[in-house]
């Protein structure tokens, strides 16, 4: 179902971008839900923070906006084996989000409007490899996409980079959120090809 | 694999045949399943099914709920049932 434009006079296929063991690269950008997409209004959204210990840190769309914003490009790699090169985005880095957050976790459980989560451990978030991301190729992030905002961890298969983020549990252990809790890899290394638990 | 605009994104409960009689030998969507959120009861075939995901989600069409989950592996599947109180399976005497 891939959509090919014989025509496209886009940059070479291969130009510097590496392709993970078992994915092809596609042009166009699949959407994968596990569910209805959520409309979240920016007036009545928020992101939170929750440690061990109860403590909660919040964040109103006005906040998340009056942050520091990065722009950065990234390849995105899905564990149903396409990549998609290049991809343009605009967010708030989860340094700046995680930076006044006081906790002793090592593991992270996120969750989505809509109801999906997904773990990962905390320090995939920090030192510069995750975002909150609100903007994709320089327009607002549409809902299908996973806007109003969206996680994105690009080091890992797409599936850790939740859509609709609502908030992030921060866990002493490693808690399966969606897809890790019905066979696939607690932490999805596309470079080491870790789809499924055992690999 | 875009999505067209306005088209629904879930098939119905049928899409879980083929998946599901690689595991069991009876067909599973006539069995009769309530939904652990809203208690609804129906038939698996009556389930919205979303499958552009990284596995088969079977959700309520009452409340939403995952009523199933289904992720078919190189060497093994994972199904989960947990958001159905019981299957009713129809068995021939
Ligand atoms: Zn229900």
């Known amino acids: ?199 | 694999m875009t999505t067209d605009a306005g088209a629904p994104s879930y098939q119905d409960g049928n899409a879980l045949a083929g998946p599901l009689s690689e595991l069991f030998t009876v067909d599973l969507t006539t069995a009769l399943t309530r939904c652990t959120g809203c208690g609804a009861a129906g038939p698996l075939a009556g389930l919205r099914v979303y499958a552009h995901a990284p596995g088969l989600v079977g959700r309520c069409p009452g409340c939403g709920q995952v009523v199933l989950r289904l992720v078919r592996g190189p060497r093994a599947a994972w199904l989960d049932l947990r958001g159905t109180v019981a299957l009713r399976i129809p068995l021939g005497s």
């Open chain 1, 1 to 199: 179902m891939t959509v090919i434009s014989p025509g496209f006079r886009g940059r070479p296929r291969t130009s510097g971008h590496r392709l993970p063991p078992g994915q092809y690269e596609t042009r166009d950008f699949p959407v994968l839900s596990a569910g209805p997409t959520p409309r979240v209004a920016r007036e009545d959204w928020e992101f939170t923070v929750t440690t061990e210990t109860g403590d909660r840190y919040r964040w109103t769309w006005g906040d998340l906006l009056s942050l520091p914003a990065e722009r950065f490009t990234v390849d995105l790699h899905c564990v149903t084996r396409w990549s998609k090169f290049g991809t343009s985005w605009e967010g708030v880095s989860l340094d700046v989000l995680l930076g006044t957050v006081q906790s002793a976790s090592d593991y992270a459980l996120v969750s989505a409007y809509g109801g999906y989560t997904t773990n990962l451990p905390l320090a995939d978030l920090l030192n510069g490899q995750a975002w909150i991301a609100h903007r994709y190729e320089g327009a607002d992030l549409p809902a299908e996409h996973g806007g109003p905002a969206r996680l994105l961890v690009p080091h890992l298969y797409l599936w850790k980079s939740a859509k609709w983020v609502r908030g992030i549990e921060l866990t002493a252990r490693s808690e399966p959120g969606f897809w890790e809790s019905v066979g696939y890899h607690d932490y999805g290394d596309p470079w080491r090809e870790q789809r499924y638990q055992g690999d």
